[in-house]
């Protein structure tokens, strides 16, 4: 058939489909162009930039030293720090994906970091949970929740988080505030993002100067902290593209915090473990629930002795009763925990049942039993003292490591959990004060 002479030619139609295409792309770009965006706490703006990705590794991850400067000086020096003047957007959620034995420990990991460093805080903790899993996104850091929190925490100098090496821990939060702070983690870990501090992945209060505050971009303060993101392409949001890599560790340090530390290598109980029911968890929280209020201390509770209610209201110290089967523990427990959304129980054999928290290191390792479980995440386990009472290896608490006394805390008299004044571990070095920092075009 012949063609119509008034039809288009196929040049025709290929100009017209790259007018139809590129018009829109253009009016988008000449829209976006040199369009500001906000950031920082006050009018700063800036333009989006693009960079290459460098072929050299990301930067090390030192130890930080600081000037030795006044504290008013150096609030002085660092309101002299301009804000960085190139976008500061809001990170991408994090959603925590593994085991709910994994979670659990994430959760009272983040948790400790955000309550040791920023107090009881909302503000606070949120803006460092923030801080802690931009780094388990960076490749510089390590790739575990936990095992960001507590990097370095063998060394007295050289951990990321002072509290991890300096006794911090020695001090028990509350039991209203560590709950918080574990329903902040929790939220954190589900895909809530903080994001005025963007992909920050240092800190320092205001009342500190540390080398490193010309090297890194000032992007937010919250309070009196001051946050920072590296500089080039490894502060930018491609270079957190790394992801959670295996469990997450056991920490013994918060072990008097967080059950979900004790013991060691146990996955979730199966339905046909001895301590869950036929029903499982869920038919096991909706039994009736056992009053047990301070009125119980000293007193048989579901055939064990209370010996120490938690603050929480949730955490259980028993004794065992004697000539009993190890086999019907779990049993015990269950009948103990029974109706409780979340419980916790840490026993011992007669004589050696601790009277009071915070528990010493030598009374972790005498604990024959311990049980929890969490609704919410789905965790149930149990587990022995296998030295005590051989069981399979799955079952066996985790022999503990004893690490090197803590250096005393610097600060003997402050009760309580205090609020930290530093992200990094710091060596004051007796220098000559940094000169102001002139503002600069980014």
Known sequence: MAARADAPSPLAWIAWALILIGLPMAVAGWETRGRDVAHGPGPVRGRVARIEQPPSPPPPVEPVEVYALERDEARRFNAAVPFSKLANPAARPFVFAGSPEDLARAVDCLAAAQIYEAGDDATGEQAVAQVV?????HPAFPKTVCGVVFQGQERRTGCQFTFTCDGALARTPGAAAWDRAREIAREALAGKVYKPVGYATHYHTDWVVPYWSGSLDKIAVVGTHLFFRWRGWW?????FRFTRDGGEPLIGKIARLSPAHVGGEVPVMAQDAPV??????????????????????????????????????????????????PDGWPALARTFCAGRLECRIMAWKAGATPGKLPLTDPQLDAMSFAYIHDAGSGLQRALWNCEQTPRPKEQCMRRRVAAAPPAPPTDAGLAGVRKKERFETVTIAPVNPPRAPQSRQE
């Open 276 to 325: 869950v029911t036929a029903g499982g968890l869920e038919a096991l929280v909706t039994q009736p629930r056992k009053s047990i209020g301070a009125d119980m201390l000293g007193k048989s509770v579901a055939g064990v002795k209370l010996a120490v209610l938690g603050p929480d209201g949730k955490s259980f110290l028993v004794e065992l009763p004697g000539g009993g089967s």
């Open 235 to 239: 502060g930018t949001p491609p270079a």
């Open 133 to 137: 899993l931009n780094r388990v996104r």
